[in-house]
């Protein structure tokens, strides 16, 4: 299994930008597809993008689509989340996880890493 640890969390006022990185460890990270989650306080956790094992394809949750951009980099084993245009509701803890398929959005493994707080301001 791999060990996922997120950062580059922050506190952001509302319409800028934070970049999220998952660093990842274990040599198998690059035959996984992998996926950005988050959980907002006294919410259930919630999917907000995955991208393929090649980088080659990705998927996102309707409610940042067109303001988060999911990137990864085989060779550090690191999977990045641009997060622009940033709204008071983009609040939350986010996590990284692999994926089943970036089609089902669904985490594969049961283990979470500590996250990355974000925290956006009106």
């Known amino acids: 299994q791999v060990q996922l640890v997120e950062s580059g969390g922050g506190l952001v006022q509302a319409g800028g930008s934070l970049r999220l990185s998952c660093a990842a460890s274990?040599?198998?990270?690059?035959?996984?597809?992998m996926g950005w989650f988050r959980r907002a306080p006294g919410k259930e956790r919630e999917f907000v993008a995955a991208?393929?094992?090649?980088?080659?394809?990705?998927n996102y949750a309707d409610s940042v689509k067109g303001r988060c951009t999911i990137s990864r980099d085989n060779a550090k084993n690191t999977v990045y989340l641009q997060m622009n245009s940033l709204k008071p509701e983009d609040t939350a803890v986010y996590y990284c996880?692999?994926?089943?398929?970036?089609?089902?959005?669904?985490?594969?493994?049961?283990?979470w890493g500590q996250g990355a707080q974000v925290t956006v301001s009106s």
């Open positions: 274990g040599r198998t990270f690059r035959l996984y597809d």
């Open positions: 996880n692999a994926v089943n398929s970036i089609a089902s959005s669904n985490p594969k493994f049961d283990s």
């Open positions: 991208i393929s094992w090649s980088g080659g394809n990705t």
